[in-house]
């Protein structure tokens, strides 16, 4: 079955650079989530997205924006990054937004030096 | 035994025992939890839910129990393998009456399930 695909996988930024975080959510899925988690750290919620357009806003800095196009893949897109921003960033889809079941990709590990 | 501070804390288990890992939640209007496993390098991966209006759940080889008053949450694993091995999170969800709502899910701290084979 196919699942939620995020790309790159691994990511190496320099501060003060930008990134770009790509997120293929399960065919049909209508809803996409971003999460960021630090080491040994729990996901925090950063944003979620709803037929393409912002769902439900967490702890997103002013720094990042994302979006979700007419093929529902989405976009985070990290500007001025800082060492604190080093964190595998999970996609998750569902369903449809109220579905409470998300399925996770496999992650974008951001490594900023 | 089990460890805190800048670690996760540890689960250790033997091959074959039950584990039971433990979440306390701190939200009263969440209405679902969920049980994730994450394994090292991959993304959280659902394993079973209970809602609110329940205080047990089963699935194969996983049990989950609520206990409302106390804000509580455990996932029990019977006959633990080696490929129990994992970080395990709980989330909660509220369903906020904005008129937007409310979906996204927030994540407890996660335990670290060792198996020793």
């Known amino acids: 079955a196919a699942g939620v695909i995020q790309s790159p996988r691994h990511l190496i930024k320099e501060k003060r650079e930008t990134a770009t975080l790509k997120c293929y959510p399960i065919?049909?899925?209508?809803?996409v989530y971003w999460y960021q988690q630090g080491p040994g750290q729990d996901p925090q919620f950063l944003i979620s997205?709803?037929?393409?357009?912002?769902?439900d806003k967490g702890s997103i800095p002013d720094r990042f924006s994302a979006q979700q196009f007419s093929d529902y893949h989405s976009e985070l897109n990290m500007s001025s990054l800082e060492l604190g921003d080093s964190a595998l960033y999970f996609c998750?889809?569902?369903?449809?937004?109220?579905?409470?079941?998300?399925?996770f990709g496999s992650g974008t590990q951001l490594s900023v030096l | 035994g089990e460890s805190v501070g800048l670690h996760l804390p540890t689960l250790s288990v033997q091959e074959g025992d039950n584990s039971i890992i433990n979440c306390a939640y701190s939200?009263?209007?969440?209405?679902?939890f969920i049980w994730y496993k994450q394994e090292s390098g991959k993304g959280p991966q659902f394993i079973i839910d209970?809602?609110?209006?329940?205080d047990k759940r089963q699935g194969q080889r996983v049990t989950v129990l609520l206990n409302k008053t106390v804000k509580h949450l455990s996932l029990q694993i019977a006959a633990t393998q080696p490929g129990d091995s994992a970080v395990y999170f709980c989330a909660e969800r509220e369903e906020a009456y904005s008129g937007a709502g409310s979906y996204q899910l927030t994540f407890g701290k996660g335990t670290k399930l060792s198996v020793i084979p």
């Open positions: 997205f709803y037929e393409k357009m912002q769902s």
């Open positions: 998750a889809s569902s369903l449809f937004r109220g579905d409470e079941k998300l399925f």
């Open positions: 209970i809602r609110s209006n329940m």
């Open positions: 939200n009263s209007a969440s209405d679902y």
């Open positions: 065919p049909r899925h209508d809803t």
